[in-house]
């Protein structure tokens, strides 16, 4: 079946700018998180959602920093006033309910982002 | 700090050598353990996991992993790889005492394959 989807999968901003990242999970998946990765380096946890409700935030390194998942279904990740060191790859992952595969994430291709 | 450690980044070999790649966490109580390939040009994709039961663990591709508690690792094994191989390659821990299933990474393998 389809995997996780995220686009665009490629974004340039200038120092400043807003962006709007967003992510389709898999279908029927409860669980949505997102990781940054920046070069070099392993994904860092951001945030997660169980279903429209968001449970951690604790990730987020600034109030620059904002996502939502209002029907439960596609997230958005948005970072407004975009900053050089926001320059990264932004990755999806979402997970299925009340299996054992639960705690197994399933991750999209990511969105790039540089700001320049 | 709570944290995963992965060593030798970059890891250069020659077709039908054996591969073991290191995986120490600092995690403590019940943990999750994951190995991640990225191949070039693709997304993450999960190549095995430990919850619980036999500490060998046997993924795809003929990988297989091993915990040991008392060492706290969880290392990576392929008694010999292929070209194909050639990807990045990360450890992951979920540590539920810790909330929810956030997962935690090592830095990375950068392995090269020779044909």
């Known amino acids: 079946g389809a995997g996780v989807s995220q686009s665009p999968r490629y974004k340039v901003a200038k120092r400043g700018q807003d962006v709007a990242l967003r992510c389709d999970p898999i279908s029927g998946h409860v669980s949505l998180f997102w990781y940054q990765q920046a070069l070099g380096q392993g994904p860092e946890f951001l945030t997660y959602f169980q279903n429209e409700a968001q449970l951690d935030k604790s990730g987020l390194p600034s109030d620059r920093f904002f996502a939502e998942r209002p029907e439960g279904s596609v997230s958005t990740l948005k970072i407004q006033r975009t900053q050089q060191e926001d320059s990264a790859v932004y990755l999806c992952?979402?997970?299925?309910?009340?299996?054992?595969?639960?705690?197994?994430?399933?991750f999209g291709p990511g969105t790039r982002l540089t700001v320049l | 700090a709570q944290s995963v450690s992965q060593h030798n980044h970059h890891v250069i070999l020659s077709e039908a050598a054996s591969l073991e790649l290191g995986c120490n966490y600092s995690?403590?109580?019940?943990?999750?353990l994951f190995w991640y390939v990225q191949y070039p040009g693709q997304h993450l994709q999960l190549l095995l996991k430990y919850f619980s039961g036999d500490p060998l663990v046997k993924g795809i591709k003929g990988f297989e992993a091993e915990f040991i508690k008392s060492k706290f690792s969880f290392n990576l094994r392929k008694p010999s790889v292929q070209w194909s191989d050639t990807a990045e390659y990360f450890c992951a821990v979920n540590a539920p005492r810790y909330g929810n299933n956030r997962l935690a990474f090592g830095k990375g393998n950068q392995v090269v394959v020779i044909p």
């Open positions: 995690y403590g109580g019940t943990v999750n």
């Open positions: 992952a979402s997970s299925p309910p009340g299996t054992s595969d639960t705690d197994t994430q399933y």
